[in-house]
């Protein structure tokens, strides 16, 4: 049921992108930062593991939350949205519950969360400059071909001729 909701919702921003032009955007600036944006999930998703790890070998032999590398992975993943028992992990190791907490932090919510924004961010404007850019080539072609066009229908309603023609 959540798939078909996710989607459905997909589906109606598709829709909207073709009456809002800055969504179509959004749009091809992920379909371009896919790539990268996989590559530093997996990153992500490596060093989550391993913080894993090092809360397991730190906190696993008294703590219910770390008992088990899987229980550790879940505890950490928790510890994303800022859900986790910092008085229990400062009485089972005092000297490494800080440490512990604020590299996670850092590296999690600070580091990855910005290096996300940063692609993303920095593909939109690149995007954007080149939709700027494409659209002031297009707006130059139709001014040209309207000047044409326009030349074209002075000449035929003041019944002038191209140089070179005979009558």
Request: net charge positive; charged share 15%.
């Amino acid at each position: 049921m959540g798939l078909c909701n996710i989607i459905h919702f997909l589906d109606t921003l598709t829709l909207t992108s073709f009456y809002l032009p800055s969504l179509g955007i959004l749009f091809e600036t992920l379909a371009k930062v896919k790539r990268d944006l996989i590559n530093v999930t997996f990153l992500a998703f490596l060093m989550l593991v391993a913080t894993s790890a090092a809360g397991y070998l730190l906190f696993g032999y008294r703590m219910s939350n770390y008992m088990s590398v899987g229980d550790s992975l879940m505890s950490n993943f928790r510890m994303l949205f800022q859900e986790f028992d910092y008085n229990t992990m400062y009485l089972v190791n005092p000297s490494m519950s800080g440490l512990f907490c604020v590299a996670f932090v850092f590296l999690f919510i600070i580091f990855f969360l910005n290096l996300y924004t940063a692609i993303i961010s920095e593909t939109y404007i690149k995007l954007r400059h080149s939709k700027l850019l494409l659209s002031d080539a297009m707006l130059k072609i139709i001014i040209r071909n309207t000047l044409i066009k326009a030349k074209l229908w002075f000449n035929l309603l003041t019944c002038q001729r191209k140089s070179g023609e005979r009558a």
